[in-house]
């Protein structure tokens, strides 16, 4: 059973520091690409941080750039989310996915954990 499980949200004064993790299991890890995405009330789920299946690899949204960081632990089947510097922008669910390498692998995404930022 594939499970991505996000945990590390809540709540944070601007300025402020988060570290989002997603516990996967249930499909080999190592083969996939990880993703963080959120999606503010009203707003579409856009992409945050993506890391490759290697790791080797990581891409980021533009407003994000220099204030979070995305990194994989293959041992332990984990992704993170290192957020620094939030914003009230930064505000809304944060989820993760998973998305095989190859085409012939699945594409999962976790329940979500809330960021909210606010003074």
């Known amino acids: 059973q594939v499970q991505l499980v996000e945990s590390g949200g809540g709540l944070v004064q601007p300025g402020g520091s988060l570290s989002l993790s997603c516990a996967a299991s249930?499909?080999?890890?190592?083969?996939?690409?990880m993703s963080w995405y959120r999606q503010a009330p009203g707003k579409e789920r856009e992409l945050v941080a993506r890391?490759?299946?290697?790791?080797?690899?990581?891409n980021y949204a533009d407003n994000v750039k220099g204030r979070f960081a995305i990194s994989r632990d293959l041992a332990k089947n984990t992704v993170y989310l290192e957020m620094n510097s939030l914003k009230l922008d930064d505000t809304a669910m944060y989820f993760c996915?998973?998305?095989?390498?190859?085409?012939?692998?699945?594409?999962?995404w976790g329940q979500g954990t809330q960021v909210t930022v606010s003074s």
């Open positions: 996915n998973a998305r095989g390498a190859t085409n012939s692998l699945g594409n999962y």
């Open positions: 249930g499909f080999t890890f190592s083969a996939y690409h």
């Open positions: 890391i490759s299946h290697t790791g080797l690899s990581t």
